[in-house]
Structures are given as structure tokens and as C-alpha cells.
């Protein structure tokens, strides 16, 4: 049987995502940016163009990092920020709250170390993952930002889907379409 894929154009490159099904009635068509430089550094470029002024960037472990790694580079960032999914022993009054996204079976923690809060705390933040679809992963990193009193500038991602596509507060770079699981 031939697998299914979607064919997504982005930041002038193509890939053919695997199209799989995370629910019973959804597919989706799966993004990972993980390993892959070329899509990590085109799309923090076109990112960058479009972000407004800010000091700093948070993501949520683990996607997010190399985009965000990238984009903090181009910007000649010192620093970025991750809420990671489990509180670390290395971690000073972490900040913490619940997530449960999309792709994830059940819901999961995201924690920022309370001495990285300390650091965001008046500033202005740019909040970035990878794909926003249900924007309950955004909704927790907003609700820590808020929290450690940073000052959320922008929400962005190299793709949108879901309902996602149609938010006004959120930059994006591509929308990806959700499936249907055929019968």
C-alpha cells in the first residue's frame, strides 16, 4: 500500500510529509523540523523578517529549539529561552503549567526555570514553535510568560493549521491543511 504524503512548499523549499492519523477521525501531516538544517535556517530567515522588535525568544522543548536557536542567532540573541517538559533538578522556582497539544496522548508539563523568568521579566518576548494548530502549547508558554511578567510581542511558527490559519495574533510562514481520516 502506498503511503500517503503531502507535498508543503515553505521558506522556497519542498517536502513530502508523511500524512498520519492521531485520532480517530484526524491525520495530520507530520512536520518535524528536528535534524533538518536546511527548513531550521530558510524558515528562521523569512521568520526573522517578519518578527517585530524583541529581546528575547521562549519556546517549549522540543521542536521549537533549533528554530529557535537559529533565529536567536540571526538576531545576534546571547540567549533563548526553553520551557522544558518535566522540572529539572537544576531548576530555582520553576514556573509550570499543563499542556496538552495535538500530538500528544496525554497532558504534559512545561516548566521554565525560575532564574530564565527573572531574565524575561520586562521584556519583550517572542514566543516560537514549530506548528501551531490547536494553540494550547502557546496558550501555556503565554500564561508562564505572563507569569515571570514578560512582555509577549509575538507568537509565531513556520506553519499554521487547524483553526489556527484563521488567528490575526499569530505570524505564520505557511498554513498546513489537517485530514480527514477515509474510511
Known amino acids: 500500500m502506498e503511503k500517503k504524503t503531502f507535498r508543503l512548499e515553505v521558506a522556497g523549499l519542498v517536502r513530502e510529509l508523511p500524512i498520519i492519523q492521531i485520532s480517530e477521525t484526524l491525520c495530520i501531516a507530520s512536520f518535524v523540523i528536528l535534524g533538518?538544517?536546511?527548513?531550521?535556517?530558510?524558515?528562521?530567515?523569512?521568520?526573522?523578517?517578519e518578527l517585530p522588535e524583541i529581546d528575547v525568544i521562549v519556546t517549549a522543548e522540543a521542536k521549537g529549539i533549533p528554530l529557535v536557536y537559529e533565529i536567536a542567532r540571526l538576531l545576534n540573541m546571547k540567549r533563548y529561552y526553553v520551557a522544558r517538559k518535566s522540572i529539572k533538578a537544576y531548576m530555582d522556582k520553576p514556573l509550570i503549567d499543563g499542556v496538552r497539544s495535538i500530538t500528544t496522548t496525554q497532558k504534559q508539563l512545561l516548566c521554565l526555570d525560575g532564574n530564565d523568568a527573572e531574565e524575561i521579566r520586562g521584556?519583550?518576548?517572542?514566543?516560537?514553535?514549530?506548528?501551531i494548530s490547536t494553540g494550547e502549547s502557546l496558550k501555556a508558554l503565554e500564561r508562564i510568560v505572563e507569569s515571570a511578567g514578560g512582555i509577549i510581542s509575538a507568537k509565531a511558527a513556520i506553519l499554521a493549521e487547524g483553526d489556527a490559519v484563521d488567528r490575526t495574533?499569530?505570524?505564520?510562514?505557511?498554513?498546513?491543511?489537517l485530514f480527514p481520516v477515509e474510511i
Not at 169 to 177: A, N, R, S, V, Y
Open 36 to 49: 533538518d538544517t536546511e527548513i531550521v535556517e530558510a524558515a528562521a530567515h523569512c521568520l526573522v523578517e
Open 123 to 131: 521584556k519583550r518576548v517572542a514566543i516560537i514553535d514549530d506548528v
Open 169 to 177: 495574533d499569530i505570524i505564520f510562514l505557511k498554513e498546513l491543511p
